[in-house]
Structure formats: structure tokens, C-alpha cells
């Protein structure tokens, strides 16, 4: 009797399979057998990752979570760092950073001094967390409800305040019941100062994201292009009857070396006590010293416009641009009529507009224990892993950087590029011999 139920049912299935309700269902039914032979398990993926479980295409923080940190001080690349780290911490805490505010001057000992500034003032807030999507998130102070009082993080310090303490602690605050908090705020140091507990790879994703607001992108805008225009007036006086290929390659934007001319009066005191603390001579380098290694780069073409990007309030030496062979044209600030584009603005975008004009060189050149130098050379090293080149360190690649400090082929500068497979930025952080290049 029930098989004859059931065939019943079964013919009148089929008597009716071609109705709008039939139709649809087999539809649905055949969509989600393909998702299912596409995509199998990625609504139920479960990802380990820096100690966050992260399940399917979950962001690993919390929307409604947030991270406060101190005040971020110091040059404008130790405050890069600061900030990258400060966000890979509240990913580690599965929380959102809230937006931390930045110093428009050096950091002195006299706090007083500091000029505090907006993160929104130097960075563009709105392409942040698209560009970082699913990765670290920023949050503004409005976006917190106060609804259960913030949890405070003491930072530890001193050498019994170890990289596994910290880590210890972190992992801590990051599990129950200190995650039922809205709001953990840390206090302590300056968050460049905190332990280091990501690869290379995650601050170069960090700082990826971090555009520079329209204003302070125009500024170096025209400083490129007024490098390039001197570069072009050279060009045209050296071959002023160009015909055929070369008029052709004078339609081109000029080529221009970037040079971070670490010369400044705090650098040379900072460097020399570094040498001896370290016992290396291969930190300080002096003005002639890095006019003969960047004139010895085999891979340099002249005729060459050399931009040399240095902080002039603290330099002690107004012969910065004598002394170079021939085919070099060394261009400072008030050399290019551009000083004045600097001076109404305070150090820290002063410092954003020539880390932009060094980004973007054809050829960069820095001191390898300089940080503003080193995350250069960061960035230039990942734009060009993104391009595929198996030989990062060839001499006809794009983006070549290198170190004046180091003593490198045909008494040049040595060439650099990042190793981006460093568990640790302490290279980056304080600086290394070691450029990864032979």
C-alpha cells in the first residue's frame, strides 16, 4: 500500500514538473550544488592566525571592540611603525584601533614641546580600512558607546619585561573576561617601543594602506615635477640636437636619484654613539663619503639629477652640493625654489613630502641604519615583489635602491633591498649591515 503511495506521488511530481514552483526549486537546488563543488567549505573555514580564530570570510576583530594606545611620538617613520604595530596589537586582541593621534614635531624630553596632530591630517582615515579590509581595522572615539569602563593595559619595560611577557600578556587580554571589555587602553611607552611580534610581511600590509591626504600627495607632486623639469633643462643643454631615438627618450620623464642624506647634527651625534656602542664603522658616513659611493653606482647613467633630501633646520653643513662628478646635478631645497613649500609646514609632513619624493625615484640611496631609509626601501622592495622579478638585486630592475653606508661594487654603495621574509622588523627598527644583496 505505501509503494503504491508513493509511486502515486512520484508521477504526480513529475505530472507537475514543469509548474513555476518546480522550476524554481530545481534551480535552487542546482545553484547550490555548484556553490557546494566551488566553494566547499568556505563558510566554515576555521583559521588559526596569530593566535585568532577567524571562521569563513570573518574579519579577525571585533566591530564593537576597540584599542586605545598613547599618543604616538617621535620621527615621522618610527611613528609609520608605531602605528602599524599598534594595529597588529589590536588585531592580535581581536579589537579595532581607535584612531591614534600623531607628533607634528620631533619628540624632545620636554613634553611640552610635543605638537600633537590628527592621524586624519597626515593619512587619508577613509581609504585606511578599505585598503586594509579584513586584515586591521581604525575606529574613531565617536564610534565607542561607553558602555562598560575601559580595561587598562600596563606595558611593561626594563629587562626583566621579556618578548615572551609581553606576548603572554597580550594573549591574556585577549581571552575572557578581559574581552567582555569595550575599550582596553594601554598605557605606557610610545608603542614603537613595544615587543615586535609579526613578520616583516604584516607591517609592509599595514603600511600599505596608509595614503597621504590630498594636500600633502600635491606638495610632493610639485617638488617631483620640479626635479623632473631641472632634469629635462640638463637634459636639453647637454643635447640640444637631439634627432631620432634621443628625441624620443627626451618625451620621457626625466630620471632622478633620491639621496637621504643623513648628515644632520642629532644623526652624527646618534651615529657615532651607535659605532660605539656596536663596535662597527659602518653606520656614520660623511658628506664626502656619500658623494664618491652614489658617483661609483656602475648602474648609473649620467646625466643625473640627484634630490637631495636632508633636514635642513638641522644641517651643519651648507656645501652639500659640491664636490660631485661630473654628470651629477645635485638639487637641494633652495636650489629647486621649492623651500618654501617646506617651511609652512611643521617637520612631520616636511618629512611626509620628502619620504614621498624618495619613494618614487628611479634610484633611491640611504643609510641603512636611518628608518626614514629603511622603510624606503620597504615599500620599493615590495612594489617589486608584486611585479615578479626573480632577481630583486639586478641591476636592471625598477625601484633599485642602495646603501651608502656599506662599501659595495667598484667603491660604490652597496645594493639594497628588504629580506620580506624577516620574522622580525628589528632591521628595519634599528638598523643593519645586512642589505640582503651581495
Known amino acids: 500500500m505505501d509503494v503504491q503511495s508513493n509511486g502515486k506521488r512520484s508521477v504526480l511530481c513529475l505530472r507537475y514538473l514543469n509548474s513555476r514552483i518546480c522550476k524554481c526549486i530545481a534551480i535552487l537546488l542546482v545553484l547550490l550544488i555548484a556553490r557546494a563543488i566551488v566553494f566547499p567549505f568556505s563558510s566554515f573555514d576555521r583559521i588559526e592566525e596569530n593566535g585568532l580564530v577567524v571562521i569563513g570570510n570573518r574579519s579577525p576583530f571585533c566591530l564593537d571592540k576597540f584599542l586605545e594606545v598613547p599618543q604616538i611620538v617621535w620621527g615621522l617613520n618610527n611613528q609609520k611603525i608605531a602605528f602599524a604595530r599598534a594595529c597588529l596589537t589590536a588585531r592580535m586582541l581581536n579589537r579595532t584601533l581607535l584612531m591614534p593621534s600623531l607628533s607634528a614635531s620631533l619628540f624632545y624630553k620636554e613634553v611640552?614641546?610635543?605638537?600633537?596632530?590628527?592621524?586624519?591630517?597626515?593619512?587619508?582615515?577613509?581609504?585606511?580600512?578599505?585598503?586594509?579590509?579584513?586584515?586591521v581595522r581604525l575606529g574613531r572615539y565617536m564610534d565607542v558607546s561607553n558602555r562598560t569602563k575601559p580595561i587598562k593595559i600596563p606595558k611593561g619595560s626594563g629587562r626583566k619585561w621579556t618578548v615572551e611577557r609581553d606576548l603572554e600578556q597580550l594573549k591574556k587580554y585577549s581571552k575572557e573576561p578581559f574581552d567582555q571589555s569595550e575599550v582596553v587602553r594601554i598605557e605606557g611607552k610610545n608603542p614603537f617601543l613595544w615587543h615586535d611580534h609579526w613578520p616583516v610581511k604584516d607591517y609592509a600590509k599595514v603600511l600599505e594602506c596608509l595614503v597621504l591626504v590630498d594636500e600633502i600627495e600635491k606638495e610632493a607632486d610639485?617638488?617631483?615635477?620640479?626635479?623632473?623639469?631641472?632634469?629635462?633643462?640638463?637634459?636639453?643643454?647637454?643635447?640640444?640636437?637631439?634627432?631620432?631615438?634621443?628625441?624620443?627618450?627626451?618625451?620621457?620623464?626625466?630620471?632622478?636619484?633620491?639621496?637621504?642624506?643623513?648628515?644632520?647634527?642629532?644623526?652624527?651625534?646618534?651615529?657615532?654613539?651607535?659605532?660605539?656602542?656596536?663596535?662597527?664603522?659602518?653606520?656614520?658616513?660623511?658628506?664626502?663619503?656619500?658623494?664618491?659611493?652614489?658617483?661609483?653606482?656602475?648602474?648609473?647613467?649620467?646625466?643625473?639629477?640627484v634630490y637631495l633630501a636632508v633636514g635642513d633646520s638641522l644641517l651643519n653643513d651648507s656645501s652639500i652640493s659640491k664636490g660631485w662628478k661630473d654628470g651629477f646635478v645635485p638639487l637641494e631645497k633652495k636650489k629647486?625654489?621649492?623651500?618654501?613649500?617646506?617651511?609652512?609646514?611643521?617637520?612631520?609632513?616636511?618629512?611626509?613630502?620628502?619620504?614621498?619624493?624618495?619613494?618614487?625615484?628611479?634610484?633611491?640611496?640611504?643609510?641603512?641604519?636611518?628608518?626614514?631609509?629603511?622603510?624606503?626601501?620597504?615599500?620599493?622592495?615590495?612594489?617589486?615583489?608584486?611585479?615578479?622579478v626573480s632577481n630583486l638585486c639586478g641591476t636592471d630592475v625598477r625601484w633599485r635602491s642602495y646603501a651608502y653606508n656599506i662599501l659595495g661594487d667598484s667603491n660604490g654603495a652597496r645594493r639594497w633591498i628588504v629580506d620580506m621574509s624577516d620574522l622580525s622588523l628589528e632591521k628595519i627598527s634599528y638598523g643593519s649591515n645586512d642589505t640582503s644583496c651581495r
Open 112 to 135: 611640552e614641546r610635543l605638537e600633537p596632530i590628527s592621524f586624519d591630517k597626515i593619512f587619508r582615515y577613509e581609504e585606511f580600512n578599505p585598503r586594509c579590509n579584513g586584515f
Open 222 to 305: 610639485k617638488v617631483i615635477s620640479r626635479i623632473r623639469e631641472v632634469g629635462s633643462e640638463v637634459r636639453s643643454k647637454l643635447d640640444s640636437s637631439a634627432t631620432g631615438a634621443k628625441a624620443r627618450m627626451s618625451l620621457q620623464p626625466v630620471p632622478y636619484v633620491a639621496v637621504h642624506m643623513r648628515i644632520e647634527i642629532d644623526w652624527m651625534i646618534h651615529c657615532r654613539k651607535l659605532e660605539q656602542r656596536s663596535k662597527m664603522n659602518q653606520i656614520c658616513s660623511s658628506k664626502e663619503e656619500i658623494v664618491n659611493r652614489v658617483g661609483n653606482i656602475i648602474e648609473m647613467k649620467t646625466p643625473m639629477v
Open 336 to 388: 629647486l625654489g621649492i623651500d618654501e613649500i617646506y617651511q609652512k609646514y611643521p617637520y612631520l609632513v616636511q618629512s611626509a613630502i620628502d619620504y614621498e619624493v624618495c619613494l618614487r625615484a628611479d634610484v633611491f640611496v640611504g643609510n641603512s641604519f636611518s628608518t626614514f631609509s629603511s622603510l624606503v626601501v620597504l615599500e620599493r622592495t615590495q612594489k617589486l615583489t608584486k611585479t615578479g
